[in-house]
């Protein structure tokens, strides 16, 4: 086995086969502030689509001069263009609150839907009002019209073009006489009930994405979108390569459509971060070893895997950083440093985007494939996170996140998702963490009003080991943090199908439940701050 040395800079129990859906759309909640020196007022969400006759939650927040969050303010809410009489607004509704013993919100409104039309509202507080927000009303009972938008901005007729296992997205929004959107991907596989909705194809060839959208009254109306999915060409140049410094160096002379290949069974000791280029086709990074189908989970005895791994405790091994895009890993295993003491804890193994450093939806790195990949640390070592996914179309395909566990206070997942935009693909994946094997959620936001929105779990696996049962404890005496199975707190928009949840019990802060789908509001920098 080859090795090599480098530090680059850087610093419930119940099983569920049927097709089940998740649909969140996340409740604005909470927050404002100090009355008299706000220098700022938001709104959110930003964007609402509406139905006539119904409600959304809307919310507002103040910061003072110094940026510092002010709660218990009371907001009005106004229409400042288009048709007023399109909506009506409430405020201090019943809802989620910047005091949890508290039933109503001075920052909380409601907005119904009152005739079909567009108009733009805002906040205000004390003669300062926040940047507008675009309410559109739609009337579900109007005959019916599918249009496909999307990829490439694709419309009835027209064709998308992905890789295979490239995360696409598409949008029923343009469509009238909505009640009911359904998404037939040509695949076997359909999105029900959903506006909008992500999907990756795992083989090769043109398929016919139908649309069907159903009216109150029962009437539909179908549209077509050919989706054509290429396998990823022969390489462009092969870069044989057998150290970090020659990967990146390699990295950097890519233009697209490349391949960097490592060969089989080498350890690459280090951290490694890609920065950001633009590709004209994906970058693939691979071990030389030939891979199963795409259809076929690795596990992690998988013959010729390459190995990237920290040198410390918690170095990152690999990094793909903001706003790079189009890389694909294959054949690839990311393990924590092997020396690390079984009461510290490493991060992140894998990141997709640079965790709390994004600021604005572009900084998503985005067009990310990772296939065939593997995390399965030692027994004796913490992993918070196997997996950060902050990015946009993000594709994780028949690969295996497992034993990953903490003990303490912590908690620990194989995906953590907090600023990415969303289009995330999970298909015949293996999740095994003892907190949360999924969570998007949970901390605070850098990336203002971000919402990751269409997220696909198809024929994944959902599991704990069962020996963590058995009240194991490392050396200082903390036992495993056991929780759930699978947790969202802002998340928008999952499809969870044909995928299996087991070994679930009660343990620590489980609360008996398996899965966990909430929206968690709270104060801005609090820990859970998503005002929205």
């Not at 409740?27 to 930003?46: C, D, E, H, T």
């Not at 938008?149 to 419309?155: F, L, Q």
């Not at 903490?406 to 194989?414: K, L």
Request: glycine fraction near 8%.
């Amino acid at each position: 086995m080859k090795k090599t040395s480098l530090v680059l800079p850087r610093r419930i129990s119940f099983i569920y086969t049927t097709g089940f859906l998740f649909m969140i759309t996340l409740l604005s909640s909470v927050f404002a502030g100090n009355a008299a020196a706000q220098s700022v007022v938001k709104i959110y969400p930003k964007t609402i689509r509406l139905e006539k006759g119904k409600t959304r939650t809307i919310t507002a927040t103040a910061f003072d001069a110094s940026g510092s969050f002010m709660p218990n303010q009371v907001y009005s809410y106004s229409v400042i263009s288009g048709n007023s009489s399109s909506v009506s607004i409430k405020k201090n509704v019943e809802g989620n609150t910047e005091d949890n013993n508290s039933r109503y919100s001075n920052n909380l409104g409601e907005i119904s839907g009152l005739a079909t039309g567009q108009v733009t509202i805002v906040a205000s507080l004390n003669g300062v009002k926040s940047s507008a927000a675009i309410v559109t009303v739609v009337d579900s009972a109007v005959s019916p019209l599918a249009v496909i938008k999307g990829d490439n901005e694709a419309e009835n007729g027209d064709t998308i073009r992905v890789r295979i296992g490239e995360a696409l997205e598409v949008n029923a929004e343009s469509s009238a006489g909505v009640n009911l959107a359904e998404w037939f991907w040509g695949d076997g596989d359909r999105t029900n009930d959903l506006i909008s909705a992500t999907h990756a194809y795992l083989k090769a060839g043109t398929y016919r994405l139908k649309l069907r959208v159903t009216n109150v009254g029962g009437q539909s109306h179908e549209t077509f979108v050919s989706v054509v999915v290429t396998e990823h060409p022969a390489p462009a140049r092969i870069f044989n390569v057998g150290n970090l410094t020659e990967l990146l160096d390699a990295y950097n002379q890519c233009v697209g459509g490349e391949h960097i290949v490592i060969p089989a069974g080498t350890i690459l000791e280090g951290s490694i971060e890609l920065p950001a280029r633009e590709f004209s086709d994906f970058v693939t990074i691979r071990s030389s070893a030939e891979m199963p189908d795409l259809a076929v989970r690795v596990k992690p005895e998988q013959p010729g895997l390459v190995i990237f791994r920290g040198t410390y405790t918690n170095e990152i091994p690999f990094r793909i950083k903001n706003k790079a895009n189009r890389i694909r890993l294959s054949g690839i295993k990311f393990e924590p440093f092997s020396g690390t003491p079984d009461y510290y804890a490493n991060y992140y193994l894998l990141e997709i985007g640079e965790g709390f450093g994004q600021r604005v939806p572009e900084d998503n790195p985005f067009k990310i494939i990772v296939e065939h990949c593997v995390v399965n640390p030692p027994d004796n070592i913490q992993v918070v996170h196997a997996v950060l996914n902050d990015g946009y179309k993000v594709s994780i395909l028949s690969s295996w996140l497992g034993n990953i566990k903490t003990y303490g206070s912590q908690d620990s997942q194989a995906v953590f998702g907090l600023d990415g935009r969303g289009a995330h693909v999970y298909n015949n994946t293996y999740f095994e963490a003892a907190s949360e094997s999924i969570i998007y959620g949970g901390s605070d936001n850098r990336i203002d009003g971000m919402v990751p929105t269409n997220i696909e779990f198809r024929r994944c696996f959902f599991t704990k080991r069962t020996d963590w049962r058995t009240n194991v404890r490392n050396s200082v005496g903390d036992s495993i943090n056991e929780k759930n199975l699978f947790e969202t707190k802002n998340a928008r928009r999952l499809y969870v199908e044909g995928s299996i949840f087991t070994n679930h019990w009660d343990a620590l802060r489980s609360q008996y439940n398996a899965v966990v789908l909430k929206s968690s509001a709270d104060k801005p920098n609090s820990g859970q701050g998503v005002p929205w």
